[in-house]
């Protein structure tokens, strides 16, 4: 017989997880780094006095200089977030993963690169379990935090309980016909 794979991607805390490091794009002149500063901490003092309205316009002016510091795009998120603007946050939490120096956490381009490995090959004996897709939609918001999470990446007994439940639906489905028909277990 044919050995079947199960594929995972990768979740991680967005919501509850700063990133851990930031850094500024290369080639910003000492002009742009004070304007871009300037609007940052402009930001973040609006974020402080909970006007999150003004701090994400701040924040939207500064990533027009320099978009690529992660902790631009959290605090970005958090104002999106009070704001109910989920979508927004969502996408900033993502992007301040993603610019994080740090990469303690799988990125966008590596959860990419897992779907497209496992992309739609059923049949073929490769099967994805999009943990990261289905935390999120479980997550309130959708956006995964500490539900799940300890911290950054390291998942409370509820968020591995909900990890092996994605992932025993795709270990089921990658069985054989005649062993699913004999199987008396559920994913419960």
């Keep these: ?6 594929l995972s991607t990768v979740a991680s805390n967005l919501r509850d997880c700063a990133p ?7 080639g910003l002149t000492e002009a742009q780094l004070r304007q871009w500063r ?13 006007n999150h309205a003004v701090a994400a316009a701040s924040f939207r002016r500064a990533a027009q200089i320099d978009d690529q510091f992660a902790e631009l795009h959290f605090r970005w998120a ?7 603007q989920f979508e ?10 993603d610019c994080d120096a740090l990469k303690f956490r ?11 490995a496992a992309g739609r ?7 994805l379990a999009d943990a990261e897709a289905e935390l999120m939609r479980q997550s309130p918001e959708g956006i995964c935090g500490q539900e799940w999470f300890w911290e950054h990446v390291h998942f409370t007994f509820e968020g591995n309980y909900h990890l092996a439940r994605i992932i025993v639906q795709q270990v089921e489905a990658a069985l054989p016909a005649s062993v699913r028909a004999t199987a008396e277990s559920s994913a419960e």
Excluded: P
């Design 1 to 6: 017989g044919q050995a079947r794979v199960v």
């Design 20 to 26: 851990f490091a930031s850094l500024h794009r290369l």
């Design 38 to 50: 300037l609007e940052f901490d402009s930001g973040c003092q609006a974020q402080a006095a909970g």
């Design 78 to 84: 958090q104002s999106a977030r009070a704001l109910k």
């Design 88 to 97: 927004d946050a969502r996408r900033h939490y993502e992007l301040a993963r």
């Design 106 to 116: 799988a990125d966008s381009r590596l959860n990419a690169l897992i779907r497209q």
């Design 121 to 127: 090959r059923e049949a073929e004996g490769i099967f």
